[in-house]
Nanobody, 122 residues
């Protein structure tokens, strides 16, 4: 009942920037937590950055000082601005959203996007 549409991945040169966007649609009452994760073929999926509806943020150590996460709660959108990219940032980036659905019982949801590939060349 919740869909996440990701955009903004692609190719960047080392030192460059990319911005990822994720829009959540569906029968959403509230997105309580939204974030970005990434995964490479040899690694588990790991948190890059997340943000609660109140504005509390969590960043991976590798993202601190380079990436910025922001949200538009009215549009259920979360954005990840990535700067000073390096080849180690190459991965598939996944958007995740958690929250509550409209309805009599306000059921929770925890939904993943399909992923967007970020490739950083040296």
């Amino acid at each position: 009942q919740v869909q996440l549409a990701e955009s903004g991945g692609g190719l960047a040169q080392a030192g460059g920037s990319l911005t990822l966007s994720c829009a959540a649609t569906g029968n959403i009452l509230k997105v309580s937590d939204a974030g970005w994760y990434r995964q490479t073929p040899s690694n588990q999926r790991e948190l890059v950055a997340s943000m609660t509806s109140a504005g509390t943020t969590v960043y991976a150590d590798s993202a601190k000082g380079r990436f910025t996460i922001s949200r538009d709660n009215a549009k259920n959108t979360v954005i990840l601005q990535m700067t000073s990219l390096n080849p180690e940032d190459t991965a598939v980036y996944y958007c995740n959203a958690k929250g509550l659905l409209h309805g009599q019982f306000y059921r929770p949801f925890d939904t993943w996007g399909q992923g967007t590939l970020v490739t950083v060349s040296s």
